[in-house]
T-cell receptor, first 115, second 110 residues
């Protein structure tokens, strides 16, 4: 089944404790992206990647890191989480990028709480 | 760089029509529409490319006015299943990424 998976789905952590949220897709998609969703603010892009080893900042990259060593995986790293990073996070992937940006397939979401 | 969506929320009765809008201050290459049900991930509805095209998904259709840099989503003869938050995403000329707006919340009541 074609899908985007995220782990964990729920996470409660404490300020400053490094964490990684994994994202994996099995559709051989080039484009992958991370969004955070907060009430009233919609979907804000954190980072995106157009292909392996190619990543770029979105609208709200501060406090986050990403890597794209393999086509299928795009982990989101919070080196020192803070309470303002409490949010619902979505990973998404699509077949093509840029002006040919195709249908985005979203993962199920990761609800992160930072105490 | 987020597109602007309006109105913020719409409440309508089953069978009524509604229009929600997405506008940008920059020249758009394409507009994407997604719907999110409560507690779920956004789901793709349609993509509109430059050229003023219109598309449809069941009784939901959309238009893209390239000159006005604006897209409208038309909910016709609304059904209870249309309830949710609708997000528009935009790709600008000279840009490689898809940016979403804040969403339009739609509530359809019996």
């Amino acid at each position: 089944e074609a899908q985007v998976t995220q782990n964990p789905r729920y996470l409660i952590t404490v300020t400053g404790k490094k964490l990684t949220v994994t994202c994996s897709q099995n559709m051989n998609h080039e484009y992958m992206s991370w969004y955070r969703q907060d009430p009233g603010l919609g979907l804000r892009q954190i980072y995106y990647s157009m292909n392996v080893e190619v990543t770029d900042k979105g609208d709200v990259p501060e406090g986050y890191k990403v890597s794209r060593k393999e086509k299928r995986n795009f982990p989101l790293i919070l080196e020192s989480p803070s309470p303002n990073q409490t949010s619902l996070y979505f990973c998404a992937s699509s077949r093509e990028t840029g002006r040919r940006t195709d249908t985005q397939y979203f993962g199920p979401g990761t609800r992160l709480t930072v105490l | 760089q987020q597109p602007v969506q309006s109105p913020q929320a719409v409440i309508l009765r089953e069978g009524e029509d509604a229009v929600i809008n997405c506008s940008s201050s920059k020249a758009l290459y394409s507009v994407h529409w997604y719907r999110q049900k409560h507690g779920e991930a956004p789901v793709f509805l349609m993509i509109l490319l430059k050229g003023g095209e219109q598309k449809g998904h069941d009784k939901i259709s959309a238009s893209f006015n390239e000159k006005k840099q604006q897209s409208s989503l038309y909910l016709t003869a609304s059904q209870l299943s249309y309830s949710g938050t609708y997000f528009c995403g935009t790709v600008y000329y000279g840009n490689n990424r898809l940016a979403f707006g804040k969403g339009n919340q739609v509530v359809v009541i019996p």
